[in-house]
């Protein structure tokens, strides 16, 4: 089965702390993806990569910054934390081109709020 | 900009009733329309459609997509409480990019 994990289910952080989550998936996808998914505004993209070294802005970019050095991890970082960054995270992994939807894999979420 | 909304936002049932979930869709470059169901944690799949007037099902559930209005419903009868979930439906384009809508809270009163 393919695996997609978070390593931080639950985080409670300061305002102004700098915030890593990490994301690994195990079946050498090119795709990854961070979305951040909050009550009535269903899951909204932050970064995505297609490739190592490589990411692209999604919709929700700001105050957020990504890293992928390995195909298999795609950090997401918050350099300094606000109260408006209290959301769950969720990190998604697919093939790379011409695969259909049904190939994407989440991540269970990680719970962050920020106080 | 791809923009998906899904309708009502949320909805409260008892046991057995049918419901109808609605999502509609702007994708540029559509490939397909996806149902996600997610409980407390990671959205599990339900259902991908990618042509017109073709029903998908999966024992109560059911989903079928309109290109031509660019909308899709789902359906689930004779609903459990294990229904209860928040569904989401999201919009996959060609450069394997999906986007969701906000999604249907649906609970089911036993």
């Known amino acids: 089965d393919v695996k997609v994990t978070q390593s931080s289910r639950y985080l409670v952080k300061r305002t102004g702390e700098k915030v890593f989550l990490e994301c690994v998936q195990d079946m050498d996808h090119e795709n990854m993806f961070w979305y951040r998914q909050d009550p009535g505004l269903g899951l909204r993209l932050i970064y995505f990569?297609?490739?190592?070294?490589?990411?692209e802005k999604g919709d929700i970019p700001e105050g957020y910054s990504v890293s992928r050095e390995k195909k298999e991890r795609f950090s997401l970082i918050l350099e300094s934390a606000s109260t408006n960054q209290t959301s769950m995270y969720l990190c998604?992994?697919?093939?790379?081109?011409?695969?259909?939807?049904?190939?994407?894999?989440f991540g269970e979420g990680s719970w962050l709020t920020v106080v | 900009e791809d923009k998906v909304v899904q309708s009502p936002l949320s909805l409260v049932v008892h046991e057995g009733d049918t419901v109808t979930l609605n999502c509609s869709y702007e994708?540029?470059?559509?490939?397909?329309l996806l149902w996600y169901k997610q409980e407390k944690k990671a959205p599990t799949f339900l259902f991908m459609l990618t042509s017109s007037g073709i029903e998908k099902k999966s024992g109560r559930l059911s989903s079928i997509l309109d290109k031509k209005e660019l909308f899709s419903i789902l359906n689930i009868t004779a609903t459990q409480t294990g229904d209860s979930a928040i569904y989401l439906c999201a919009g996959y384009n060609a450069g394997n990019m999906l986007t969701f809508g906000g999604g249907t809270r649906l609970m089911v009163k036993p």
């Open positions: 994708v540029t470059n559509f490939r397909s």
């Open positions: 990569s297609y490739d190592v070294k490589m990411k």
């Open positions: 998604a992994s697919s093939l790379g081109g011409g695969a259909g939807g049904n190939t994407i894999y």
